[in-house]
């Protein structure tokens, strides 16, 4: 079965601009993970969706951040506009859902601000 | 505020030697737990979860943890650690009274041939 894609796997931006961030979860799960990992640090949650619905977003900075996941199976993580503290990789979770709390990663996006 | 600790920032070990690695956390009630490793280059992966029952739970590769309630901790234990071991560990809890996973800041794990 194909894992979590992502894409871009590395991304060099000035502060202030923005950056999109895109994620295809294994076929059929329903929960999907925005996760961001700063260097020496573990996975942060920032957003989770339960099929197209948002169910924890506590942790997003919805001044700058926003994300959405489109009839219930990609997603995209927006930053705008971008800061130097936003450096870091993001990564993508899926999961099956329905009680099953066990996370499948994707390879993650290396973000670097400058 | 809800927390996971892991307090070996890094461990560096000698082929067959026993493995250890410390989790704890700060929740009440019912927990789910999990370790989560990543080799070098690679993604994230299960490595075992603990939801109910037996508090002994085995994982893959020769991996077990240990859930003991009264100390709110799970640790990871391999009793003979090989170089493929290498990786970053890290420990995960979810509370039954939130929806999200808590993530520990991870131990690196080295392992000399």
């Known amino acids: 079965e194909a894992g979590v894609a992502q894409s871009p796997r590395y991304k060099i931006i000035e502060k202030r601009q923005s950056v999109a961030f895109w994620c295809n979860p294994i076929?059929?799960?329903?929960?999907l993970y925005w996760y961001q990992q700063i260097l020496g640090q573990g996975p942060k949650l920032l957003i989770q969706?339960?099929?197209?619905?948002?169910?924890?977003d506590s942790q997003l900075p919805k001044d700058r951040f926003s994300a959405e996941r489109l009839k219930g199976v990609d997603s995209t993580l927006k930053i705008q506009p971008a800061k130097l503290e936003d450096s870091a990789v993001y990564l993508c979770?899926?999961?099956?859902?329905?009680?099953?709390?066990?996370?499948?990663f994707g390879p993650g996006t290396r973000l670097t601000v400058t | 505020a809800q927390s996971v600790s892991q307090h070996n920032h890094h461990v560096i070990l000698s082929e067959a030697a026993s493995l250890e690695l410390g989790c704890n956390y700060s929740?009440?009630?019912?927990?789910?737990l999990f370790w989560y490793v990543q080799y070098p280059g690679q993604h994230l992966q299960l490595l075992l979860k603990?939801?109910?029952?037996?508090?002994l739970v085995k994982g893959i590769k020769g991996f077990e943890a240990e859930f003991i309630k009264s100390k709110f901790s799970f640790n990871l234990r391999k009793p003979s650690v090989q170089w493929s071991d290498t990786a970053e560990y890290f420990c995960?809890?979810?509370?039954?009274?939130?929806?999200?996973?808590?993530f520990g800041s991870g131990t690196r794990l080295s392992i000399r041939p």
């Open positions: 076929s059929g799960h329903a929960t």
């Open positions: 979770a899926s999961g099956p859902g329905q009680g099953q709390y066990e996370q499948y």
């Open positions: 995960a809890v979810r509370s039954s009274s939130a929806s999200k996973i808590i």
């Open positions: 969706f339960q099929n197209n619905g948002v169910v924890d």
């Open positions: 603990y939801f109910s029952g037996d508090p």
């Open positions: 929740y009440g009630g019912t927990v789910n």
